[in-house]
């Protein structure tokens, strides 16, 4: 009879922006998939690459553990910053005592910064219209 092989999973729930990360990490070889993309693919620019796996960086398990991702709404800078979050939240569940670490760089506290709604009388949320002295 064959044995239970099956892996315990770590979940973690990132957000940033409008952007939601649900992230899953167990432990591997170092392997990301992004909706079902290598980080490669998922994000072309080196920039959002290493926003995106910082936390593993930080706590020095890149390469260590594999990571999965779902991410919806928002752009590209919110999803790195998503997934992120979401990274940092599942490692604290997988180890507690790597919260300290995340903590003081700032991978487990939610960026509040979202986009202004627009007022009416204005062109945008602070844009008001020209002024005409004559």
Known sequence: ???????????GTGRRK?????????DGEGQILVNKKT?????????????AIAPLIATELLGKVDVFAN???????????????????ALCRMDPSLAPILRK????????????RKKYGRHKARRSTQFSKR
């Not at 009879?1 to 979940?11: D, I, L, R, S």
């Not at 409008?18 to 167990?26: E, L």
């Not at 709404?73 to 992120?84: C, E, I, L, N, P």
């Open 18 to 26: 409008t952007s939601v990360a649900r992230v899953r990490i167990r």
């Open 1 to 11: 009879m064959a044995e239970n092989t099956t892996t315990q999973y770590f979940w």
């Open 71 to 89: 991410i919806k709404g928002g752009g590209v800078t919110g999803h790195a910053g998503a997934f992120s979050h979401g990274v940092a939240r």
């Open 105 to 116: 760089k700032g991978f487990l506290t939610r960026d509040p910064r979202v986009v202004e």
């Open 39 to 51: 980080l490669h693919d998922y994000f072309p620019t080196r920039r959002h690459q290493l926003v």
